[in-house]
């Protein structure tokens, strides 16, 4: 549980990163709905990441993702999205868990090649992954993309006080 100084001063940098954005004439919301992430997401060039994508096969938990977008003139022109899990990162990549395979399945899974990244074994606990990132040209050349980053990650540090955040 945080202290109150400690939501005070998350509270504060949310707050900051908001502002920033909006004071650039865009418009922000959240949504906990993974399926409206993968239809916004691909509004856009690439893919949506499986991780965050129903589609894919990604079946998050209740309360285990959320999304932001960006908005100008009520036209979606960035997203990013946030999904919790819990466990050793090293299991979750070799399960290809972030890779949107969280449902049993008959099919051929190839393991993720892990077992010789030593480091990552100390990485377990409740591990958030934030990706998906997508922003059209006008709010790039605005300068949204750090502080749309910043605010994902602190906004999944204060909903779930995960152990460790990580993104690709």
Not at 9 to 21: G, K, T, V
Not at 133 to 160: D, E
Request: a neutral charge.
């Amino acid at each position: 549980m945080f202290s109150d100084e400690t939501y005070r001063i998350l509270n504060a940098r949310i707050r900051e990163y908001r502002q920033q954005i909006e004071g650039l004439g865009l418009t922000i919301e959240n949504s906990s709905d993974a399926t409206g992430f993968a239809e916004t997401r691909r509004c856009f060039p690439g893919y949506a990441h499986p991780a965050f994508d129903p589609v894919a096969g990604a079946q998050p938990g209740p309360g285990d993702m959320f999304w932001l977008s960006v908005h100008d003139a009520g036209e979606a022109v960035g997203v990013v999205a946030s999904r919790r899990y819990v466990g050793a990162l090293a299991d979750l990549l070799h399960r290809r868990r972030f890779w949107g395979f969280d449902h049993p399945s008959i099919d051929d899974i190839e393991p993720f090649p892990v077992a010789a990244a030593r480091e990552l074994s100390a990485i377990r606990g409740t591990v958030s992954y934030q990706g998906g990132l997508f922003l059209r040209r006008k709010p790039i050349r605005l300068g949204v993309a750090t502080p749309l980053s910043h605010l994902i990650r602190l906004a999944s540090f204060r909903h779930w006080a995960e152990d460790w955040q990580c993104a690709f």
